[in-house]
């Protein structure tokens, strides 16, 4: 497992508000890869946050229609996703 920290173009939802169907504030749904690879996120594994400089990143675990699991990350001051690394399993 190794850091990339590419660019990847994310479908994502950012909830106005709470419902049942989206309850996180950000939900990525879909992404590309530079590759040309698309993924569809079937499940959200995890969430954190960290601080970059005057950043924040939030991290998203996500497992894939695939059964793949990818760390994609949102940076809030440049409005971008990157993808930091493909995970082989979660336990």
């Known amino acids: 497992m190794e850091a990339k920290l590419e660019r990847i173009n ?3 939802v950012f909830a106005g508000f709470r419902m ?3 309850p996180r504030k950000i939900t990525p749904l ?9 993924h569809k996120v079937q499940k959200i594994r995890r969430v954190y946050t960290e601080r ?3 950043t924040r990143h939030i991290h998203f675990v996500v ?5 793949r699991f990818f760390d994609i990350v ?3 001051k440049e409005m971008s996703w990157l993808l930091l ?3 082989d399993k979660l336990g």
């Open 20 to 22: 049942d169907a989206c």
């Open 52 to 54: 970059n400089g005057d």
């Open 74 to 76: 949102y940076d809030s």
């Open 63 to 67: 497992q894939t229609d695939q059964q």
């Open 30 to 38: 879909r992404f590309l890869l530079p590759t040309g690879e698309k």
């Open 85 to 87: 690394l493909e995970l």
């Open 10 to 12: 994310v479908i994502a």
